[in-house]
């Protein structure tokens, strides 16, 4: 595999983390963030890794250098899948099929940028046009949702020579999240309805959205926010304008936290919410680890994003709009009979479409095509 460094808690590097401990075959990757040597990994690393020497970085635009790991990568005959979004991964992409015509060489696609007007956003749809027509050529392109397969073909690449392979969770994740035992109807049917957000507190993820909707309710609620990030204490100051005087509702902020105390939020929330507004959230790896653990996981459905296809539920039939979240979450918090049978039906889909069994199953027969 061929990847940038280093693993971290965000859905890209799990999910290439989580490959590379079933392939067991060596991990190539570049610092294009500098922080590789500063940083221990936020996941333990038991497969081997070899870094590449590179360029200093320009933006995260690194390039590698000439040195024997690098002509040894270029020259095997073994498979070679990288992992992008990477501008460095994809150009060894490119000089490895020059090298070798023949090798199978595949690549990951995570999902798709947003090109606006600023020059940065520019680059990086420059970025992108050039990344769709290098993995039309290569031997297969691995994607995350039926959503961004669609959108891969529209955008030039062989439907034979894609498959979708849905994110998954750690065994460890999988297991802790599916012995959680939810409480039965009557004991939270007086509780106000907690809602949970767990993310990066900046970018894209919304969390603006998700406390004005929580606005509009009528009926007693409270929000967990899991998370740091430089628009925390933006954040901050809204949750105490928009509910310092209110009787209904509470936001508490509990910043970056433990696995462990990640765990004892999903077990006590009723539902999670995941408000992001951009293509760049295609795949919440935190609505699997709701879903494992009997919540409903709601999110939006956007262009190019199979965000909102994660999580759909048949008995939530909703527009998964911005302007319809506070409507749904009012009806969530009127109903906890409906919030438990969510939360059954979410579990259930998770065990019939993202379980790290059908993930294993998925990933082999692929690998073995």
């Given at each position: 595999m061929l990847r940038e460094w280093p693993p971290g808690y965000g859905g890209i590097e799990r999910v290439a983390h989580e490959l590379a401990e079933v392939?067991?075959?060596?991990?190539?990757?570049?610092?294009?963030?500098?922080?590789?040597?500063?940083?221990?990994?936020?996941?333990?690393?038991?497969?081997?890794?070899?870094?590449?020497?590179?360029?200093?970085s320009i933006g995260r635009l690194v390039l590698p250098l000439p040195s024997r790991a690098l002509w040894a990568?270029?020259?095997?005959?073994h498979p070679l899948h990288g992992h992008l979004p990477s501008p460095g991964v994809l150009l060894l992409l490119v000089l490895a099929r020059f090298v070798r015509p023949k090798r199978r060489i595949t690549a990951h696609?995570?999902?798709f940028f947003e090109p606006r007007g600023s020059l940065r956003q520019r680059v990086f749809g420059f970025y992108q046009w050039l990344a769709l027509r290098v993995v039309a050529q290569l031997s297969g392109v691995v994607t995350t949702s039926p959503l961004l397969r669609d959108e891969l073909v529209r955008s030039g690449c062989h439907s034979n020579r894609l498959i979708v392979l849905p994110c998954c969770l750690s065994a460890e994740q999988e297991n802790q999240g599916l012995a959680i035992q939810r409480l039965p109807p009557s004991s939270?049917?007086?509780?106000?309805?907690?809602?949970?957000?767990i993310g990066r507190l900046g970018s894209y993820k919304r969390l603006d959205w998700l406390m004005e909707s929580l606005s509009q309710l009528i009926t007693p609620w409270c929000l967990d926010v899991v998370g740091d990030g430089p628009s925390r204490a933006a954040f901050e100051a809204m949750a105490s304008d928009l509910f310092s005087s209110s009787t209904l509702g509470e936001v508490q902020f509990f910043g970056q936290s433990s696995e462990l105390d990640k765990n004892h939020r999903l077990r006590l929330a009723d539902v999670l919410v995941l408000p992001s507004d951009s293509s760049n959230e295609a795949f919440g790896i935190v609505q699997l680890e709701a879903m494992a653990s009997g919540l409903p996981a709601l999110a939006f459905q956007l262009p190019r994003s199979g965000m909102g296809w994660v999580g759909e539920l048949p008995d939530l039939p909703w527009s998964q709009n911005q302007k319809d979240l506070g409507m749904v979450l009012q009806?969530?918090?009127?109903?906890?009979?409906l919030r438990c049978h969510l939360g059954a039906q979410a579990r259930q889909r998770y065990v019939d479409v993202f379980s790290r069994k059908i993930w294993l199953d998925q990933l082999t027969q692929w690998t073995h095509a």
């Open positions: 392939w067991g075959g060596t991990v190539w990757s570049f610092d294009a963030q500098g922080r590789g040597w500063a940083e221990q990994d936020a996941l333990p690393v038991t497969y081997k890794r070899r870094r590449l020497f590179c360029t200093p990568l270029l020259t095997s005959s696609w995570h999902f939270i049917v007086k509780d106000p309805m907690r809602v949970l957000f009806r969530l918090a009127d109903d906890p009979l």
